[in-house]
Structures are given as C-alpha cells and as structure tokens.
C-alpha cells in the first residue's frame, strides 16, 4: 500500500521486520533505513549511515533467505 517507509529502528529487530517489509510491500517501494541494515536484503545506496533499499519485483524473504 505504501511507496516509501523511513525506519529508525534496532538491531535486533531487523531481521523480523526485513521479512515482513519483503511480503507486504509492493514492487517499486522504498525503504530508507538510519544506522542498522537489514541482514539479508542488499540496499541500492549507502550514504554515511543511511540505507536505501528498493522492493524489486520477485524479491522476497524466501529468496533472500536461500542466499544466506
């Protein structure tokens, strides 16, 4: 439903909220991270401290979870 979400989030929820993102989020939507990245999903671009993360068509937990 969303096209972007800003997250300040910890560490220790990264992994949890990576997967929910992945299925809830619509192919195209962006995700803008500050400080922790999420362990599985590559960003599109790194500023300082900041991830930038895009939902690609086809992405999703399962696919990210066979490469790790």
């Known amino acids: 439903q969303y096209d972007a979400v ?3 989030g910890v560490f220790y929820i ?3 909220l990576e997967k929910k993102l992945l299925s809830e989020l619509k192919p ?3 995700v803008i991270c500050n400080h ?3 362990p599985g ?3 599109v ?3 300082k401290d900041i991830y930038i993360y895009q939902k690609t068509s086809g992405l999703t937990a399962d696919r990210i979870s066979a490469k790790t």
Do not use: N, Q
Request: proline share 6%; net charge positive; no cysteine.
């Open 28 to 30: 195209g939507a962006v």
């Open 36 to 38: 922790f990245k999420f």
């Open 14 to 16: 990264m992994d949890r």
């Open 45 to 47: 671009r790194i500023e």
């Open 6 to 8: 800003i997250l300040f």
């Open 41 to 43: 999903w590559k960003p």
